[in-house]
Each structure stands twice: as structure tokens, then as C-alpha cells.
């Protein structure tokens, strides 16, 4: 994971975003906790997972109709996953907190102060954040 401190992104009302392990930061070095780090860390696991499944369903897709196009779109799932299932929860009640209710929110939320999680983190831990603690609002 790649620290990349500007003051263009992410945009104004964040202070960390994450891009296939290369985060943005408007935060100053120093500033950064250990817990912001731990934070995306979660998500750098969760995209590098979402990356590998999205190469080896586009290898598959790309043989069977005898096209390598499909392999382009590999390095945007990640991203377009994330915006997925924030727009699915933008859709479900609570309307107001549909950025912290996506499920790789919730995860790296619910995890971001245990220093041991990500070594003991099972692969596509996220899913289980699907429907995780919706009913306790
Ligand atoms: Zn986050």
C-alpha cells in the first residue's frame, strides 16, 4: 500500500481513498492514525481479492468467446464494485448513511482497531458484511 498526500483527492469531506492499494490523501503524514491505515488496509485486501476473481472470470470469458477484451475491464472491478454497493444501499433504509453501510465499509469499520485482523482475516471476509448488523438501526 502506496501513501500518495496531495489536496485534490479524494474529494472535500474525505480524507483517504483508496485505488487498488495506492491511497490518496488530503490528511497530512503525520496526521494519519494507525487506525485510518489499518482502514485501508481492509480495503486494499478487499480490491486485490475482487481483482484476482475479476481476472480469472475475465481469463475464462475471454477464452471461451475467443476475445481478449474482457481482460480490460479487470482493473476497474474493484472500483465498480465498491460504487455498486454503495448505490444498492443509497436504494435501502436508512437513506443517510448508505456510504457506511456498504459492505466493505462495514468491514473495514468494524475492524479498523484490531491490529491482528488482517492477519488472521479469512479471504472475501466483506460478504458476510452484506447483511451484517441491517437490522440493528
Ligand atoms: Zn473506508
Same mark, same amino acid.
Given at each position: 500500500?502506496?501513501?500518495?498526500?496531495? !489536496?485534490?483527492? =479524494?474529494? &472535500?469531506?474525505?480524507?483517504?481513498?483508496?485505488?487498488?492499494?495506492?491511497?490518496?490523501?488530503?490528511?497530512? !503524514?503525520?496526521?494519519?492514525?494507525?487506525?485510518?491505515?489499518? %482502514?485501508?488496509?481492509? %480495503?486494499?485486501?478487499?480490491?486485490?481479492?475482487?481483482?484476482?476473481?475479476?481476472?480469472?472470470?475475465?481469463?475464462?470469458?475471454?477464452?471461451? #468467446?475467443?476475445?481478449?477484451? #474482457?481482460?480490460?475491464?479487470?482493473?476497474?472491478?474493484?472500483?465498480?464494485?465498491?460504487?455498486?454497493?454503495?448505490?444498492?444501499?443509497?436504494?435501502? =433504509?436508512?437513506? /443517510?448513511?448508505?456510504? &457506511?453501510?456498504? =459492505?466493505?465499509?462495514?468491514?473495514? #469499520?468494524?475492524?479498523?482497531?484490531?491490529?491482528?485482523?488482517?492477519?488472521?482475516? !479469512?479471504?472475501?471476509?466483506?460478504?458476510?458484511?452484506?447483511?451484517? /448488523?441491517?437490522? &440493528? &438501526?
Amino acid at each position: 500500500m502506496r501513501i500518495i498526500y496531495n !489536496k485534490w483527492l =479524494p474529494f &472535500k469531506g474525505f480524507g483517504l481513498m483508496n485505488i487498488l492499494g495506492l491511497v490518496f490523501s488530503r490528511i497530512q !503524514k503525520e496526521a494519519i492514525s494507525n487506525r485510518s491505515i489499518r %482502514h485501508e488496509a481492509i %480495503h486494499t485486501a478487499q480490491q486485490y481479492e475482487i481483482l484476482a476473481l475479476s481476472a480469472l472470470i475475465a481469463l475464462v470469458v475471454s477464452n471461451v #468467446y475467443s476475445s481478449w477484451w #474482457y481482460l480490460f475491464i479487470v482493473v476497474a472491478m474493484p472500483i465498480a464494485i465498491y460504487i455498486l454497493a454503495w448505490l444498492i444501499e443509497l436504494a435501502l =433504509p436508512p437513506y /443517510n448513511s448508505a456510504y &457506511k453501510d456498504s =459492505p466493505f465499509e462495514r468491514e473495514a #469499520y468494524a475492524n479498523q482497531y484490531n491490529e491482528e485482523y488482517l492477519a488472521t482475516r !479469512k479471504l472475501f471476509a466483506w460478504v458476510k458484511y452484506i447483511l451484517w /448488523n441491517r437490522n &440493528k &438501526k
